[in-house]
């Protein structure tokens, strides 16, 4: 058996220059903590746990540190964590807590709940002795800043779509505005498989930017944001409503034993997405039981971070679609 580890760092455009270096660099030092975790321990929990917390503290990905502000300028993040050998936690609605990813893992290994949610979420967690969030840096702010000049001088026309953006305006050209600078996907997620063949999942999130406070997205709901079984390992990222309704990593799971091909399930997953919520949604990553890696993608980019058989660390904002043997 081979182990494996494969991290996104979400998927979207990765156009900004300034973020996506400091990005793409955050994702190169945390797949490196995610492999020395799984060459350590041997343990894919513990590697996908390390490699989600470093880049929620990496403060340049949205997720812990570096969360997108809501409507109301306020941050609310969420998390999930699963294994092919019967852990599985969230938690949703965190406003206090740095690292939810650890909170998510707390919730599976000491409570018989799913997903814990809000203040309580909260309260748990620091009950556990995790670190408190520091507040927003300041590239959070002059990103929420942009966004708002950029949302009242209507200088951008890009689909988005959903229920939030007709909620939140009815003009359609500020509505237009809107539907760009809310489409932030950068939510970060890794996938693992260990020597003892145990698949894990985990995601972490800030949400989209400028969503109304209480909203929760995929990341912290099994078979959406997340999932792990005995045939693949699936983190997803991109607009929350849609990958919900598409379901993209339970669909992963079923449609393997098609298959038996990371790349295959990845590719038709895709497609099947694609045609029931539409382009510009979402990516994933996998990887299936016998450690092979695979991720698909129907925006514009998606950055990623994996480890090949020669131990070279491999980090790509705009990865080919497929590749036969991606080490």
Same mark, same amino acid.
């Given at each position: ?164 953006? /007709? +909620? ?6 500020? *509505?237009? %505005? ?5 489409? &932030?996907?950068?939510? @970060? #997620? ?64 079923? /449609? +393997? ?6 790349? *295959?399930? %990845? ?5 099947? &997405?694609?045609?029931? @919520? #539409? ?49």
């Amino acid at each position: 058996m081979v182990k494996a580890l494969l991290l996104h760092g979400g998927a979207g455009s990765w156009r900004e220059s300034k973020v996506k270096e400091n990005a793409v660099e955050a994702i190169r030092n945390c797949t490196l903590e995610g492999w020395r975790a799984l060459n350590t321990t041997n343990n894919s929990v513990e590697a996908v746990i390390s490699a989600v917390a470093c880049m929620e503290d990496s403060g340049y990905l949205n997720a812990g540190v570096g969360s997108v502000l809501d409507l109301h300028g306020g941050r609310s993040l969420d998390a999930g964590v699963m294994s092919s050998n019967g852990l599985l936690g969230a938690a949703a609605g965190v406003r206090r807590i740095r690292n939810p990813i650890k909170l998510a893992r707390i919730i599976a290994e000491e409570t018989p709940h799913v997903l814990i949610v809000g203040e309580d979420a909260d309260n748990y967690g620091l009950l556990r002795g995790l670190p408190l969030l520091p507040p927003p840096p300041l590239h959070v702010y002059e990103r929420y800043i942009e966004s708002l000049r950029k949302l009242l001088s209507h200088e951008v026309k890009t689909e988005y779509g959903g229920k939030l953006v /007709e +909620y939140l305006v009815k003009n359609s050209s500020v *509505k237009q %505005a809107l539907k760009k600078v809310a489409d &932030v996907g950068d939510t @970060v #997620g890794a996938v693992a498989i260990d020597d003892n063949q145990v698949l894990a999942a985990a995601t972490s999130t800030g949400g989209v930017s400028f969503k109304l406070p209480g909203r929760v997205g995929d990341s912290p709901i099994p078979g959406a944001g997340f999932y792990a079984s005995n045939n693949i390992a699936c983190s997803a990222t991109g607009i929350g409503e849609y990958i919900i309704r598409a379901m993209p990593c339970l669909k992963a799971h079923l /449609e +393997y034993p098609r298959f038996g091909d990371a790349w *295959k399930t %990845a590719r038709n997953v895709l497609r099947e &997405v694609t045609e029931a @919520v #539409g382009s510009d949604t979402m990516g994933f990553v996998l990887v299936d039981n016998k450690g092979r890696i695979a991720y698909a993608y129907n925006t514009e980019a998606m950055l990623i971070g994996y480890v090949t058989e020669n131990g070279e660390i491999v980090v790509d904002e705009k990865p080919p679609q497929y590749l036969e043997k991606p080490f």
